[in-house]
């Protein structure tokens, strides 16, 4: 039934859930009774009269969206079905060809890096840091999943804001909001901390006002997804890990347990990004 | 799935004209109104439970064929509205005609069976399909043995998918065929094995034992 009259429900019989999963004598209580009794069969029914005229109209818009009962952020606002299932085959589609582009640009960093060392010999133990082919997430379902996190994000008012007050070359590492890389290996854990503590950054750039806010929305969601995939492929690319400081995605790896740990707070991510120096 | 010849389509139920069309969009998916395709079978499965049944196969065919001629997907489409516009009135639907409201989640969970996107069931559906089903779970439905017959038969065929896509909601619906099994005295002794069968079923992982399989089939099977 829809979320909310099933939230209705689970409220509503509460008591019932917890008596059938942690009373020591379900029977003993309201349910067998109920089972010769008019208690429960009348409860039923009213729930009966109740769900099915609600949900039609109270359901909303974007009901099916995955991964959370609430009412969720303008992704997947769409609400007919065709739309969602060819946005599902969009967002597949983009993942295969970033997938594609990712591991030209790994294979191109490999390469160059091999150039370099040949011809300084120096830079030793940044190399072995760098991602390689080998080491890519390449689990359709991982990366699809991490992809809507990240379109969530970046769907957001304080993202578009973001983009526009901070050009890509003014962005600093552990100072700028960072779009976690989701092509490398981590951990389920480690990855969705990444994504909430880079929410968090991003609500930085949260407008200041409440009004006109609606009427925002849409355009907003009109430009995201496709050059959300830019900007995340920048992630990896070689020549601006040389020529600035930016080491901090290196660390990214042995890092995970550390942010495992340290639930959420933004203060500390900074500070481990900024650890390598 | 039952079924042998490959071809068969089960569009004999149509009037030629029908047929014809139906034939060109499985095989020159360009040349037809797709829309006009996709409503002959919507309509045909609303009121044709056998069709019903297997309506998924044909639509899965026209949807390849589309994307296959123009990378195209008018017919799914246009296919996803209806059902959805019919889902929204479900309620009406069922109080006018129990027939056609089991007709109506057939098909749509046979669409949901045949139907992918990758591989993975379509999203969209999830929980529209269980909606569907746990109307079904209700206590009045469960006084109704074709209603029962019907939400048997899709946990048969698309509950493991279900269930793999989102469990929570199959539990909920089990809450509710726990609760008519035991509680629910009107209900009819062959509901009750049925969904005596269904709560085995799910707990053998979507499988019946072999003995099961012989308590619940041996009297029926020849």
């Known amino acids: ?9 689970s409220s509503a019989d509460s008591k019932e859930y917890e008596n059938r999963n942690c009373g020591p004598s379900p029977w003993s209580q309201c349910r067998k009774r109920g089972a010769d009794g008019n208690l429960r069969n009348k409860r039923e029914e009213d729930n009966n009269d109740e769900k099915p005229s609600k949900h039609p109209d109270d359901r909303p818009a974007n009901f099916t969206t995955p991964e959370s009962d609430g009412p969720l952020s303008r992704c997947g606002r769409q609400s007919d079905w065709g739309s969602q299932v060819e946005n599902e085959e969009a967002l597949i589609k983009d993942v295969h060809k970033d997938m594609h582009r990712y591991r030209r640009r790994l294979l191109a960093a490999e390469f160059s890096q091999r150039e370099r060392k040949n011809s300084s010999g120096s830079s030793d133990s940044r190399e072995s840091l760098l991602p390689t082919t080998g080491e890519m997430e390449t689990d359709e379902s991982v990366l699809l999943r991490r992809q809507k996190q990240i379109n969530y994000g970046k ?15 003014l962005r600093q ?15 389920r854990r480690s990855w969705d901390q990444q994504i909430k503590l880079w929410k968090v950054k991003l609500h930085a750039w949260d407008p200041p006002a409440q009004d006109g806010q609606e009427k925002d929305l849409n355009d907003i969601e009109e430009l995201d997804l496709d050059d959300v995939m830019d900007i995340e492929l920048d992630f990896p690319s070689l020549p601006e890990s040389l020529n600035s400081t930016s080491l901090s995605r290196h660390t990214v790896p ?3 347990d550390v942010q495992d740990d340290c639930a959420g707070t933004p203060s500390k991510v900074m500070k481990t990004e900024d650890t390598p120096e | 799935m039952e079924m042998s010849a490959k071809e068969d389509y089960k569009i004999q139920s149509f009037d030629p004209e029908t047929q014809n069309l139906l ?15 996709a409503d002959v079978i919507v309509d045909q499965s609303l009121k044709d439970q056998v069709f019903s049944k297997e309506a998924g196969r044909i639509c899965y065919t026209i949807v390849q064929a589309e994307v296959k001629q123009n990378n195209g997907s008018v017919f799914r489409r246009r296919l996803l509205t209806r059902l959805q516009q019919e889902f929204t009135v479900r309620e009406e639907i069922r109080a006018h005609s129990l027939q056609e409201w089991v007709c109506y989640v057939t098909f749509i969970c046979n669409i949901f069976d045949y139907l992918k996107v990758n591989n993975m069931p379509m999203v969209a559906l999830v929980h529209p399909v269980y909606d569907c089903l746990l109307r079904l779970a209700q206590p009045d439905a469960l006084l109704n043995e074709e209603e029962v017959n019907c939400l048997v038969l899709q946990l048969h065929r698309i509950g493991d998918q279900l269930e793999k896509v989102n469990g929570q909601r199959m539990d909920e619906l089990f809450f509710l065929l726990r609760d008519g099994f035991l509680l629910q005295e009107s209900i009819g002794s062959m509901a009750r094995l049925l969904l005596l069968e269904m709560l085995e079923f799910r707990a053998g992982g979507w499988k019946l034992s072999s003995t099961a399989n012989k308590y619940y089939y041996s009297e029926l099977s020849d």
């Open chain 2, 23 to 37: 034939k060109t969009a499985l095989k020159e998916p360009s040349s037809v109104d797709l829309e006009k395709v």
């Open chain 1, 173 to 187: 590492p552990g100072i700028h909001p960072k779009t976690p890389n989701k092509f490398k290996k981590y951990s």
């Open chain 1, 254 to 256: 042995f890092l995970e």
């Open chain 1, 155 to 169: 769907n957001t008012l304080a993202y578009d804001r973001y983009v526009k007050e901070v050009p890509k070359h």
């Open chain 1, 1 to 9: 039934m829809s979320f909310r009259s099933r939230n209705g429900r």
